[in-house]
């Protein structure tokens, strides 16, 4: 490891750092419908969304309603995406004359992008049309960002409100956040991503010789628009099949740079937001500290065996002498333009959130950089985490320390001035153990299914990390893959398409529920024996928790996995 390297990371750290309190304060602002700088141009606009969707920003919804309107504008996106997808060869802007969608890739691809997933089964510079891209997928990373992030603002309403029945109105916060939020944000970054070498036109494929006389097809589209949203709303869908990888999407290092900013970018100022909402910011920068923590940790875990690399590979030089480290470390799977360090830091991120873009392929990473990312989704991505699916899935783990700290100081556990009783506990272990089952669960069946282990391309440790790592970003509504697997069959469509609804809303139901039964209760005064959860002491049992929830759960599959990898390629052998 090096300064350079290290010196990447502390850059988009301490970036994230500056911007998290100017926009977690302007979200804020937004969500409570006070006037913000934006208002005079947006805010016309915004009133007349509501009258034309008979939409009353003032009357509120009590967690019911609130989730059942989540519920009924997903199906009715999902639907419509489908319908898309099959039709799209009947639309316009078809530049290169692409059939329909598949049927059971449609049904993938319009759940992923409902689900804020976007993994991806095909090619998309050869499966979808323009219109396919910009009305049906990044609408979807619009809406599906901003639902999530809606769910987030309802849930810390619940945990900061006191005897009140309601929880904010869906359909208010669902337009504020794409009004005020995420266009603003897209806009101004897309714009730099045009300027930086990013494509953004509607011309035909280009047909091109090659330094070798060869011909070559160059797939052109409206790619910035799509780049920034997929960033931003920590959706990861690209338009071209390599992704973020790809010199289209991605052509320089400040590029790079932006699109790891901008993941973590809304996720870091929602921590702010929530500790400005509960009226002690301390307890939003306890949150921060934590994922801070875990994403450190990671980061320096996955660059550490990066630049080490593979130990077969350690002779070098006239006497073949051997070393501990790979001269050049592993640079398999990983851009030339990017290195080691930035692929690292890419990898990281994306995997702590749920984003999914990746500027290196995950399947060429060492056994424990592969086994860091595969953690990292296996934790339910909290480690700042998607847009709103961050926060609200690390306040379930926030009510469980809060649960073991209170048995810890032998009193009834409370949360910001809020008893924490069974019934809280029973949604909030819902919410963490769902996602466990369903990624174990899916990923036995298919380790001993034909139909499934032929779609592997590679044999042992490996080929179950493979499976491992695509339940895992299914649930997490990652979306991000290991690129060894062809998840493009019936088997992987249906499965990873039922897994990724399973990771989205079976976290969802219960986590309402928990903010309505929250929201419902009185606030008691803080007393002698109320554990604080403002000190470094609650943001390291936090970490630990999480840790050791996500270790018990999931130490027995990657043992078999990454762990095992590791172990044999020390003797010499590789997969």
């Known amino acids: ?34 006037k913000t700088f934006l208002s005079p141009v947006l805010g016309p606009l915004e009133r007349l969304i ?62 992923s992008f409902l689900t804020n997933t976007n993994w991806q089964a095909y090619s998309g510079e050869s499966t979808m ?12 990373n619009f809406v599906s960002a901003a639902t999530g992030i809606s769910i987030a603002i309802a849930v810390v309403r619940g945990f900061v409100r006191a005897e009140s029945k309601t929880i904010g109105n869906f359909w208010a916060d669902l337009v504020r956040i794409t009004l005020y939020l995420l266009l603003p944000l897209s806009i101004v970054g897309g714009l730099f991503l045009v300027s930086q070498g990013v494509i953004q036109n509607f011309k035909p494929y280009e047909k091109v010789t090659t330094l070798q006389g060869t011909e070559q097809v160059l797939a052109m589209g409206p790619v910035a628009s799509q780049e920034i949203i997929k960033q931003v709303g920590t959706n990861g869908g690209g338009f071209f099949n390599a992704n973020s990888a790809h010199p289209f999407e991605n052509p320089t290092p400040l590029t790079n740079f932006l699109q790891m900013f901008a993941i973590f970018l809304i996720p870091a100022a929602l921590t702010y937001q929530f500790g400005r909402m509960a009226g002690d910011q301390r307890q939003g920068w306890a949150i921060f500290a934590c994922m801070t923590l875990l994403f450190m940790a990671g980061f320096a875990t996955v660059y550490h065996f990066e630049q080490k690399g593979n130990p077969i590979l350690t002779k070098h030089g006239a006497d073949q002498t051997l070393s501990d480290t790979q001269v050049g470390g592993n640079m398999e799977g990983k851009e030339v333009r990017f290195g080691i360090a930035s692929s690292s830091l890419f990898a990281t991120i994306t995997t702590d959130a749920s984003c999914g873009a990746v500027n290196a392929m995950h399947d060429s990473l060492t056994p424990i950089g592969g086994l860091v990312t595969m953690f990292n989704l296996m934790l339910g991505e909290i480690i700042f985490g998607g847009v709103g699916a961050g926060l609200y899935g690390m306040m379930l783990f926030v009510v469980l320390t809060v649960f073991i700290a209170g048995l810890m100081v032998g009193r009834t556990p409370e949360y910001l001035g809020k008893k924490i009783e069974a019934r809280d506990m029973k949604y909030a272990t819902l919410g963490i153990l769902i996602p466990s089952f369903a990624i174990l ?63 989205r809303f079976f976290i969802i139901v219960p986590v309402l529920a928990l903010a309505g039964n929250l929201a419902g209760k009185k606030r008691l005064a803080q007393s002698l024996g109320t554990f604080p959860t403002h000190t470094p002491l609650f943001v390291l049992l936090l ?18 996995g990454p762990i095992i990898e590791h172990f044999v390629m020390l003797t010499g052998k590789l997969y």
Request: charged content about 10%; overall charge neutral.
């Open 129 to 140: 049309t323009y219109l396919s891209q910009m009305a049906g997928l990044a609408y979807h």
């Open 543 to 560: 970490a630990s928790v999480i840790i050791i929830v996500g270790g018990l759960t999931h130490f027995p599959a990657l043992s078999l």
């Open 1 to 34: 490891m090096t300064f350079m390297g290290w010196s990447s990371f502390f850059a988009v750290f301490i970036v994230i750092l500056a911007c998290a309190k100017p926009l977690g304060t302007f979200m804020a602002k937004v969500m409570d419908g006070e």
């Open 441 to 503: 669960g899916f990923a036995a069946w298919a380790s001993i299914r034909p139909t499934a282990l032929s779609s592997l391309a590679n044999n042992g440790p490996h080929g179950l990390s493979e499976i491992l790592y695509a339940y895992s970003s299914a649930v997490g509504n990652n979306g991000s893959a290991f690129a060894g697997l062809n998840a493009n069959t019936w088997w992987f469509n249906y499965t990873l398409g039922w897994a990724m609804l399973l990771g």
């Open 50 to 111: 509501y009258r034309l969707s008979g939409i009353e920003p003032s009357e509120e919804m009590g967690w019911r309603e609130y989730c059942a309107a989540v519920l009924m504008f997903s199906a009715t996106g999902a639907v419509a995406l489908y319908a898309q997808l099959r039709l799209q060869h009947k639309l316009p802007l078809n530049r290169a004359e692409l059939g329909p969608v598949d049927p059971t890739l449609a049904f993938n691809t319009a759940v």
